[in-house]
């Protein structure tokens, strides 16, 4: 790694004041995705930012109709939240399905949708949900939030502070697992609130997570599995095979990582797409 030094505030406003003054530097949250990057030499921020200290920023718990979820909890502890578990388990069951113990113990909700990997599990519950993202400076709908792989509405100097989901009346997410890593080859998340339906997927589109409006449109008629049946999303946009072509699309998304890194745009990587190009696997 290169030199950085290294912050660790205790208020939101100590780290936007250091975001400030060092407009290089990084915020460290899990450090699952920002610190494979810096070993490699991918990334070098003249500092880190750690917020394992900043008061406030853990923690889940129910706030009237909405379930709010600090930036800097853990998948573990979201996953196994009594409140989260009992009135909004299909959330839950995201963190839950997330890496090994090791990622869960470590990788925060904040830390991944900044990070918006286009094969995260988080960013298809915030879509799916509808979620509304809070930051030191504003709240962003998820609508608006996820501008592509590993770029987010997120400006300079901006630190989400938590994530605010509505709670829904029904709510699931099932996904194909990446088996090495974990990450979603393609996960969808379905909510329904009152006549509101979502279906966001993650893994599958070349550009990150999106809804199915489709697919949304066809159960508000009838909320059922049934309604779906025949189908299909559109080939534009998607990754073209996903069983034969991961590999290709790892390099990719590896490109798009250095693109990203060109342009000093937020944020890292370290996801399935790197390992797929160490591995060479292939999913046949
Ligand atoms: C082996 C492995 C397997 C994994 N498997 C999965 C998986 O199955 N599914 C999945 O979804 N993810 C997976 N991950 C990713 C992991 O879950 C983390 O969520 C992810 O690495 C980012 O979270 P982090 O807290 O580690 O963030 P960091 O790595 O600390 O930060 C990532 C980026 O977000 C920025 N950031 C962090 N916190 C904030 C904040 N509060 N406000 C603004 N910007 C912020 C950082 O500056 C950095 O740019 C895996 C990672 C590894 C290493």
Not at 61 to 71: C, H, N, P, T, Y
Not at 83 to 90: A, F, H, I, R, S
Not at 192 to 219: M, P, Y
Not at 242 to 268: D, N, Q, T
Request: glycine share 10%; hydrophobic share 40%; charged share 20%.
């Amino acid at each position: 790694m290169y030199n950085f030094t290294f912050h660790r505030p205790t208020t939101v406003r100590q780290a936007a004041g250091l975001l400030a003054r060092n407009p290089e530097a990084k915020l460290l949250a899990g450090g699952h995705s920002l610190l494979p990057v810096m070993k490699q030499r991918l990334a070098q921020p003249s500092a880190l930012i750690d917020l394992s200290l900043v008061e406030g920023l853990s923690g889940v718990e129910q706030k009237g109709r909405s379930i709010v979820i600090g930036a800097m909890t853990c998948h573990a502890d979201a996953a196994n939240s009594p409140v989260l578990q009992q009135v909004l388990p299909g959330l839950a069951s995201v963190p839950a399905s997330v890496g090994d113990p090791q990622v869960r113990n470590r990788g925060t909700i904040g830390g991944s949708i900044a990070n918006n990997d286009p094969n995260a599990d988080y960013p298809a519950a915030v879509l799916g949900l509808g979620a509304t993202i809070i930051t030191n400076k504003r709240r962003i709908a998820a609508d608006d939030f996820f501008k592509g792989m590993f770029t987010t509405a997120l400006e300079d100097g901006e630190i989400i502070t938590k994530v605010s989901f509505p709670v829904a009346k029904k709510a699931a997410y099932e996904k194909f697992k990446h088996p090495a890593s974990g990450f979603a080859l393609v996960g969808v998340f379905v909510s329904k609130r009152g006549s509101d339906i979502r279906v966001a997927v993650t893994g599958a589109g070349a550009n990150g997570v999106f809804r199915v409006k489709s697919f949304e449109e066809a159960l508000k008629k009838r909320f059922a599995a049934k309604s779906l049946e025949g189908m299909t999303i559109p080939a534009n946009g998607m990754n073209s095979d996903i069983g034969r072509h991961w590999p290709a699309r790892g390099k990719r998304v590896a490109r798009r990582r250095r693109a990203i890194r060109g342009s000093r745009e937020p944020p890292f990587a370290g996801g399935p797409a790197n390992n797929l190009e160490r591995s060479g696997n292939r999913f046949a």
